[in-house]
């Protein structure tokens, strides 16, 4: 697609149950990343997917949280049990996989936002 | 550990008015990336600039300029004679030469007013 896609846009839950956000990457892109944007801690890196290599998981909070990438273009970031802290908006973003890693220019999509009541 | 710091929560000005952002950074990489990024109220964010540990040459792309000094660990960057449309939230951010996470500052709420 032209950009990176997210869905859904707005998701209200009540705490304790699942959802499921999922993103849908520039095509092309083999790097993809979930970030987590909330009031009390900024913009955090969740997780990274990069081709058929295991993902960097090392920013998921706690293991309520998981991610997967199917056939290396769309994922699902699942949240199991929510609860109210989770409450966030939730940024999938997509880039190329150039070298070094670090000068890949992400591009993003507008968020999930996720409210837990 | 990275740590990206922008001191100035929220800025106002009026239109034609220049707006410099101000981004400190700590890290102990010898090579990294520095970029800013703008977040409108639609809500994705939007790449503007990246910079090398390197590359301490100063740009200027249209209204935009940015001054990088790596001595003083600072990425600033200057909106020349702002307009409405540039109102949002920038962030500066910070990532290893080969890393995969980005570690944002806590970012810039610009309000233009006409």
């Known amino acids: 697609g032209a950009g990176v896609s997210q869905s859904p846009s707005n998701k209200v839950t009540e705490k304790g149950k699942d959802v499921e956000l999922r993103c849908d990457p520039i095509s092309g892109h083999t790097a993809l990343y979930w970030y987590r944007q909330s009031l009390g801690q900024g913009l955090e890196f969740l997780i990274y997917f990069q081709g058929n290599s295991a993902p960097d998981k090392s920013g998921l909070p706690s293991d309520r949280f998981s991610a997967e990438r199917t056939g290396g273009s769309v994922s699902t970031l699942t949240i199991q049990r929510t609860q109210q802290e989770d409450s966030a908006v939730y940024l999938c973003a997509s880039s190329l996989r150039g070298a070094p890693t670090g000068a890949n220019v992400l591009t993003f999509g507008a968020g999930s936002r996720l409210t837990v009541l | 550990a990275q740590k990206v710091t922008q001191a100035q929560t929220e800025i106002s000005v009026v239109e034609k008015e220049d707006v410099t952002l101000d981004c400190v950074y700590e890290?102990?990489?010898?090579?990294?990336?520095l970029f800013w990024y703008k977040q409108p109220p639609s809500g994705e964010l939007v790449f503007l600039i990246r910079r090398n540990s390197f590359d301490e040459q100063n740009e200027i792309s249209g209204r935009y300029s940015w001054n990088f000094q790596k001595s003083t660990s600072s990425f600033n960057f200057t909106i020349t004679a702002s307009q409405v449309v540039d109102s949002a939230v920038y962030f500066c951010a910070l990532i290893k030469a080969a890393g995969n996470k980005l570690t944002f500052g806590g970012g810039t709420r610009v309000l233009v007013k006409p």
């Open positions: 890290t102990r990489d010898t090579t990294y990336y």
